[in-house]
């Protein structure tokens, strides 16, 4: 990346001024470049004109919650990572936002250091890699890297960022059991201050995605008390 281009393009929503200007300039200052909305109907128009990297949402904003902003962005079809914004450290707000596609969240009051090394993770684990395998497949369930795309037999699978990472982790070391504390350390890159529950909730919620279909052997399976795997027809 040339030094002059922007790390990555931002798009941050929170309908307070104050806290808008300031994420906007310091974030600029960090070597980002900003898009700025104050509301949900304004985050939207401009995702779609800007396409941005990743967005900086505000939970609570004056016409429609930050939940219903990621809803109507993954309907959409838009998939690049969300970093909520919480005036509130609710686990019901943290599994609701994953649910509807999220990727991290930080609580208010933060500092921006903070914000900024988070942006920067949540980057560092969603973009692809260019030494990596294009497409991993174990069983009849394909993970297409370049396309950002899952498959399980016929039907596409639609997951965000982060769930993605986190299949990616599972699809590569299949028949494997991963703990919690690797789960963390491999797909997040940071511990949560030790949530494991986050853990949890992202399993449970792919789970719901990948193994949708009754007819089909489930491949995400849990170890009672030490973790998860994904388990091949030849080892269950």
């Given at each position: ?61 004056p016409d429609m919650d930050g939940f ?28 609701t936002g994953l649910t509807v596609g ?62 993605f990472k986190l299949l990616r982790y ?67």
């Amino acid at each position: 990346m040339n030094k002059n281009e922007p790390e990555a393009q931002l798009l941050v929503v929170d309908d307070e001024p104050n806290i808008r200007e300031l994420l906007s300039t310091s974030l600029r200052f960090a070597g980002f470049s900003v898009v700025a909305a104050g509301n949900g109907k304004e985050a939207l128009a401009a995702a779609e004109e800007h396409n941005p990297d990743l967005a900086v949402l505000d939970v609570m904003l004056p016409d429609m919650d930050g939940f219903t902003v990621t809803r109507r962005l993954r309907a959409s079809g838009k998939h690049f990572p969300v970093l909520f914004l919480t005036a509130r450290d609710d686990t019901d707000d943290k599994v609701t936002g994953l649910t509807v596609g999220g990727d991290d969240y930080v609580t208010k009051p933060f500092s921006l250091d903070e914000v900024v090394a988070r942006i920067r993770a949540v980057l560092r684990r969603t973009r692809p890699r260019d030494d990596d395998d294009a497409i991993i497949q174990v069983e009849d369930l394909e993970l297409d890297d370049d396309a950002h795309e899952v498959r399980r037999g016929n039907n596409t699978i639609e997951l965000s960022p982060t769930e993605f990472k986190l299949l990616r982790y599972l699809m590569l070391n299949p028949n494997r059991v991963l703990s919690k504390t690797q789960i963390l350390d491999h797909v997040w890159e940071y511990d949560f201050n030790g949530d494991a529950s986050i853990v949890e909730s992202y399993i449970s919620y792919l789970r719901r995605k990948v193994d949708a279909d009754s007819e089909l052997p489930a491949l995400i399976q849990t170890k009672r008390g030490v973790g998860y795997v994904l388990r091949t027809s030849e080892k269950r």
